[in-house]
């Protein structure tokens, strides 16, 4: 990606959300490739972290954690249960809903997606010091932030 390139527009090579748009999809398309090599996609990553870090939880709860819509988390527990990564049995304390645990695979998975989106960033960042990274995160939390709280 070179947003200086001379197809592109003067006026977008300096426009902010030109510029975070094409960040955004070539990260997309390094983040995907990644997941590719696992067989997996962004999806199952933000459930396998989810429950790595915060362990057990219904289906609801991981949908609204990782922002899926309830349908998708369906397909991606399925998914992730066939491959045998989670387990899904019925809630002790209310059998009508589910409770999703990470097996011991799924744990192994979830550190090994952690550790190409690891890598994943250093690429994407490779023009950038240390400091210059730390600062780009806060200054994309801070517009997050911000516009999330609309």
Do not use: K
Request: one cysteine or more.
């Amino acid at each position: 990606m070179d947003a200086t390139a001379p197809q592109s527009p003067a006026g977008l090579r300096t426009t902010p959300s030109w510029l975070l748009n094409q960040a955004a999809t070539h990260a997309g398309r390094l983040i995907s490739a990644g997941f590719a090599a696992h067989d997996l996609r962004g999806y199952h990553y933000r459930l396998l972290a989810a429950l790595a870090e915060s362990g057990p939880a219904s289906q609801a709860d991981l949908g609204r954690r990782c922002a899926i819509d309830r349908s998708d988390v369906v397909a991606a527990v399925n998914d992730l249960t066939g491959r045998g990564l989670v387990v899904r049995a019925p809630d002790p304390a209310d059998r009508r809903r589910n409770v999703i645990s990470l097996t011991e695979a799924g744990a192994d998975e979830a550190h090994r997606m952690a550790d190409t989106v690891a890598r994943v960033q250093d690429d994407l960042l490779a023009p950038l010091s240390s400091a210059e990274r730390d600062q780009l995160t806060r200054l994309l939390t801070r517009l997050l932030e911000h516009h999330s709280g609309r």
